[in-house]
């Protein structure tokens, strides 16, 4: 698990989610989580230097400092026992739509397939603690999307593991890239609830190789 986390994190930057040190992915583990050490390049991480925590985010060994969204990371596993992965980025795109409050609209059938719907807006709250985590958890409670846009910050992407969060947040942002360069041509009509039930029934459930 240790070995796999640590190689997640290098589709962040590949994919144009992170720049610098910000950004981390975490997955949970028998009695808390692993997660990103805090302020550490991208290039030198190493599967030793992951961060076990527990779910109030507190190092359960000698380590480097977690990532200062380790609070909010473990609130989220608290509260949805589903999710087994999280990926937090500030994507371009996407963060252009958070930092103007606004869910990006199921224009497209990509969205419909992925997120079953719009990719929702979260309240604005300070780092450091588990308010974020709050409203995460209160933003995506009872909603088919799996990422949510947190007011003025980020994107927040959850997942059953860690590389479904980490796909999540690369088709969120691919999502706010492509309806925004749309939208520049003239007004959206999001797609009716019947088709977007459809699509996402099919690619959740047809899709691919089972």
């Not at 719907?117 to 995506?140: H, K, M, N, Q, S």
């Not at 927040?156 to 492509?178: H, I, N, S, T």
Request: charged fraction near 20%; glycine fraction near 10%.
């Amino acid at each position: 698990m240790v070995e796999d986390l640590c190689a997640l994190h290098a589709e962040l930057p590949r994919n144009g989610l992170v720049v610098w040190t910000s950004g981390n992915v975490s997955a949970r583990v028998p009695g808390g989580m692993l997660i990103k050490p805090s302020g550490v390049p991208y290039e030198e991480l190493t599967p030793e230097s992951m961060v076990l925590c527990d779910l109030d985010g507190t190092p359960l060994a000698d380590s480097l400092a977690p990532s200062s969204d380790a609070a909010t990371h473990g609130f989220i596993y608290q509260h949805m026992p589903e999710v087994g992965g999280i990926v937090h980025t500030h994507s371009p795109y996407a963060t252009a739509w958070a930092v103007r409050g606004e869910p990006i609209p199921c224009v497209m059938t990509a969205m419909a397939d992925e997120f079953g719907g719009e990719i929702p807006v979260g309240p604005f709250a300070l780092i450091g603690d588990e308010a974020i985590g709050r409203g995460v958890v209160d933003t995506l409670s009872g909603h088919r999307s799996r990422v949510v846009l947190m007011r003025a910050h980020g994107v927040f992407a959850l997942g059953d593991r860690p590389r479904d969060a980490v796909k999540a947040a690369v088709m969120c942002e691919d999502a706010a890239r492509v309806v925004l360069a749309a939208r520049s041509l003239g007004p959206l009509e999001p797609l009716d609830a019947d088709s977007v039930d459809a699509l996402f029934h099919r690619y959740q459930n047809v899709y691919g190789q089972h």
